[in-house]
């Protein structure tokens, strides 16, 4: 059974295996871990390049990458400082293990190693490696293991004052997650309140927490986004969003879909690698599927992006890694900011703190950060923080107090026009010091939804609404030529149900018939059985009871009134009319066109 990574008494000290495999594309999570991670890397496994360091073999001057490359995981455990974990350096398409590899992972195993994987195929339940590493107290740790949380998006709205940025791509592996963690430097440096999303497998390997949405089920894709956002706006102001794939990706389209529609961001980064002409999709051999041109690429994602919320692409992240020359490098940004109108740097090769400062400056200006800003004074009307007491939460208006965690914070937002009427509005998220990997993610509460209303059960049972015949003496209608008025007020015949519930027509019942309710299931009439429409033992059979008779108002009675006048010819010849009958029902349970007699 896998765990979670989290902090234990001995230090982590990763041995990274890439064998055969030490290049920017295909060993992305070991370069990651060993720029960004939070933990000592002290050997990179590669045959093929052994006795060189990882800067070497990728022609890079960054000093974190001076990292020796060793041949086999003995002579990794030989060297100055031992290893405590095999970490599993590659993604490859589709997340399996290389079954050349198996032998290396049972070695490490059982030289007392924990193993890190970040596969699609997890090692915790893989029939040899799970039962091994239970029988010799050691953890395996899949990073990619989704978490229990199965919520679907509720449209929740970001907290006023904060600024999310997602970094999108027009390919998968060309340097999200980097820019991102770029820019979330350049923000610390600068004094913000900064913090980083992790959505991938090697940003929970970096940032401690995260969830790998590649893993989640599509139905809570959204869902899952919004809770990272929630639990990223409550460790920074400025939240930066580690994207994945592309938009126009055969294979990956879906999960940066989901990533904008489920984060909303106020701004879009894009990512682009120099040189790329192509998609990473070499399945069909005789079909590429090209990178499209960036200028109308970013319509495009700020047009998605719209169909749920307003977000602006800012700036252009170009990733030169492919261009040996600075001097072209330099080139090629200013070529691509005069294409896209964009602030456009290489913030990995020259540093993010000028696209920083553009992208700041834009975020600030955008129409929907400034509304949103303005509900800021809604949330601090909530008044002076008041003590809160054991498993209280924290938020606007309340203080930390004894048995509360301080990082635990409850927003709450005013409703107003949007789903957020239809949504609840608080907003809560746990204590930043629980871990946030996999299985072990604590389910953090969305907006707490409105209970439903109940529904009122109205049975359907049949009635018949009778309908005055005499609405003429009140005169309506207009006048006919010669100074006549038309007949008003003769009710068709109504469609109704009967015992039975098959169709039937019925006349309606005169004024004088009113009480009498001869109709199956009307008011006032009882039917044989348990009288919830089952026939009884009479078959069904309507028993009649009569209302009793109004009582009088005291005062003088008033004078009778005047028949209706009614026009020559009527079938009642100036008669009262009287009450119409239904003829027997004819075969297909519709009764024939109701007549009147005089």
């Known amino acids: 059974m896998s765990e979670p990574a989290r902090e234990t008494a001995a230090p982590l000290r990763f041995v990274v295996l890439a064998d055969g495999q030490l290049e920017y594309h295909a060993a992305k999570t070991a370069i990651g871990v060993i720029r960004y ?10 045959r093929r390049n052994a006795g060189r360091t990882v800067a070497e073999v990728l ?43 198996r032998a290396i992972v049972r070695e490490a195993l059982e030289a007392g190693l924990d193993v890190h994987s970040g596969l699609h195929t997890f090692l915790g339940d893989d029939p040899e490696f799970g039962p091994l590493a239970e029988r010799l107290g050691r953890r395996i740790v899949d990073y990619r293991r989704p978490p229990d949380r199965a919520e679907t998006a509720v449209g929740r709205r970001h907290r006023p004052g904060s600024r999310v940025v997602l970094t999108v791509g027009t390919d998968c592996a060309v340097g999200k997650m980097s820019v991102a963690l770029e820019l979330r430097r350049a923000a610390v440096e600068a004094g913000r309140r ?17 969830v790998a949405v590649d893993r989640v089920v599509a139905d809570f894709l959204q869902g899952t986004c919004e809770w990272l956002v929630a639990e990223g706006e409550a460790r920074g102001d400025w939240v930066f969003v580690e994207g994945q794939g592309s938009l126009d990706h055969p294979a990956y389209s879906s999960v940066t879909l989901g990533l904008i529609h489920g984060t909303t961001p106020h701004a879009m980064v894009l990512v682009h690698q120099v040189g790329l002409t192509e998609h990473d999709f070499s399945h069909l051999p005789d079909r590429s599927f090209p990178i499209a041109p960036l200028r109308p690429f970013i319509a495009i994602h700020e047009a998605v992006a719209a169909l749920v919320a307003p977000s602006r692409v800012v700036a252009v992240a170009l990733n030169t890694v492919g261009l040996r020359n600075e001097r072209a490098a330099r080139a090629e940004i200013e070529r691509v900011a005069a294409e896209t109108g964009l602030p456009v740097d290489d913030p990995v090769r020259f540093g993010p703190e000028r696209l920083w400062a553009a992208i700041e400056q ?7 950060v400034v509304e949103n800003d303005a509900r800021t004074r809604s949330v601090e009307a909530a008044g002076p923080a008041r003590p809160a007491g054991p498993g209280r939460p924290a938020g606007p208006g309340r203080a930390a107090g004894p048995g509360r965690p301080s990082g635990l914070r409850r927003w ?33 509460r969305g907006p707490r939804a409105a209970p439903p209303r109940p529904l009122r059960h109205r049975p359907s049972r049949p009635r018949l609404r009778a309908k005055r015949h005499d609405r003429s003496r009140r005169g309506l209608g207009r006048a006919l030529p010669g100074g006549r008025r038309p007949r008003r007020g003769l009710p068709g015949p109504l469609l109704r149900r009967d015992a039975r519930d098959d169709g039937r027509r019925l006349a309606a019942p005169s004024r004088g018939d009113r009480d009498d309710r001869a109709v199956a299931g009307g008011p006032g009439c009882r039917r044989g059985g348990d009288g919830r429409g089952d026939p009884g033992p009479r078959g069904g059979e309507v028993r009649h009871r009569h209302r009793p008779p109004r009582p009088r108002r005291p005062g003088p009675r008033a004078a009778p009134r005047r028949p209706p006048r009614l026009l020559a010819g009527h079938p009642t010849d100036g008669l009262h009319p009287r009450p119409r009958r239904a003829e ?15």
Request: hydrophobic letters at 45%; one cysteine or more; charged letters at 15%.
């Open 362 to 368: 834009a975020v600030e200006a955008l129409p929907w």
């Open 412 to 444: 709450r937002v005013p409703p107003g026009p949007g789903p957020d009427r239809e949504a609840a509005d608080d907003v809560a998220v746990e204590p930043r010091g629980a871990p946030l990997v996999g299985a072990a993610c604590p389910p953090l």
């Open 584 to 598: 027997p029902s004819s075969p297909s349970g519709l009764a024939g066109r109701p007549t009147s007699r005089p």
């Open 194 to 210: 900064a913090a980083f999303v992790a959505t991938g497998q090697t940003g929970i390997m970096i940032e401690g927490w995260g």
């Open 59 to 101: 022609g890079s001057t960054v000093e974190r990458l001076r990292v020796p490359v060793v041949a086999s995981l003995a002579e990794a455990l030989r060297g100055p400082v031992r290893p405590t974990a095999l970490l599993i350096g590659i993604a490859p398409t589709g997340g399996r293990l290389p079954e050349a590899w």
């Open 37 to 46: 991670g939070l933990h000592p890397v002290v050997a990179v496994i590669d």
